[in-house]
């Protein structure tokens, strides 16, 4: 018999494939967005334009999951009850977590920025315990998280800087801001794996990308920002943007609507390491490094522990458990 798509997303071999998937993707968007920055001439300090920008960005991917949810004769129409939240969704996952990360992005160093968005993983675990009973934190989790962690620590390491660029120092518009908006991130995807109990994750993901998409380009037009210069070059790039966030983002709602946050939470941690290697294959950095195979080796490994039992919510045990 042909599996249901509820198994196939509960199958081991298929979500972690999946997930490594949307890390990729999501890693790839680093040099797009310095590819697009090129093309378009945005400036690292205009912020209203990287708002407009994003905006476009999302609004597209939101735009393409309801097109393709049209097309697949799905109903995009909300349930009144379930407008709110939808809504209140968009707003916090897509545009209050982008306001949040760029703000602090601009007053923190790319390396140490990377480093505090980790923390997300980590905010994604204890949520999780803390809302749902059967996806406690366990003894692999934790171990799983810190070795993730590691090889973000680990990839960062050695930059314009060196080692020595990762001073201790903590503002709350710089480093704040980008735990605030790995926060965010963590709380609005535990909101929207309840929401996706009761809607179609296609057309919920379709509606919050649009939305925040929407809320972006607001903030950007009311700052005063200008995108100019469009080709075919950028236009290209900007619609594989819109498309890699609408296929990540839908396949990712699907793995938490069917899965435990905590188990998927320690793949986030492939992004920066995706985002390094892809950048210096598409931008000429050198990507042969030992950092590189390091941090690769410390993510999987930490995979490795928390997904390396049968992926069941009732395989997810305490801590009092002996793992």
Request: include cysteine; aromatic fraction near 10%.
């Amino acid at each position: 018999m042909t599996p249901s798509r509820v198994d196939l997303f509960k199958d081991r071999r298929f979500v972690v494939g999946i997930a490594v998937l949307c890390c990729l993707l999501w890693g790839s968007a680093f040099p797009a967005v310095k590819a697009g920055y090129a093309l378009l001439h945005v400036a690292k300090t205009d912020m209203a334009t990287q708002m407009l920008f994003a905006g476009w960005r999302f609004l597209g991917a939101g735009l393409i999951l309801l097109v393709l949810a049209v097309l697949g004769r799905r109903s995009i129409a909300l349930p009144r009850e379930r407008i709110a939240s939808v809504v209140g969704l968009g707003f916090v996952q897509t545009t209050l977590q982008y306001v949040f990360f760029y703000v602090g992005l601009a007053h923190a160093s790319g390396v140490k920025s990377s480093i505090m968005n980790g923390t997300g993983a980590f905010f994604s675990v204890i949520l999780a315990h803390l809302l749902y009973a059967n996806d406690r934190l366990t003894v692999r989790k934790a171990a799983g998280c810190l070795l993730g962690f590691a090889g973000v620590l680990v990839v960062n390491l050695g930059g314009s800087k060196g080692v020595k660029g990762l001073d201790f120092e903590f503002t709350l518009l710089g480093e704040g801001f980008v735990v605030i908006a790995a926060f965010v991130l963590a709380a609005a995807s535990i909101w929207g794996k309840t929401l996706s109990q009761k809607l179609d994750p296609m057309v919920m993901t379709g509606w919050q990308l649009a939305i925040g998409g929407a809320g972006l380009l607001a903030i950007g037009e009311i700052g005063g920002g200008h995108l100019s210069g469009f080709d075919v070059r950028s236009l290209a790039l900007l619609a594989y943007m819109a498309g890699l966030s609408a296929a990540a983002f839908a396949l990712w709602s699907l793995l938490m609507k069917h899965n435990p946050v905590g188990m998927l939470a320690v793949f986030s941690f492939l992004i920066p390491v995706f985002g390094v290697l892809l950048s210096g294959l598409f931008l000429h950095e050198p990507v042969l490094a030992w950092k590189n195979a390091a941090a690769l080796a410390l993510v999987c490994g930490g995979i490795w522990l928390v997904t390396r039992k049968k992926m069941l919510p009732r395989d997810a045990g305490e801590l009092s458990r002996s793992d």
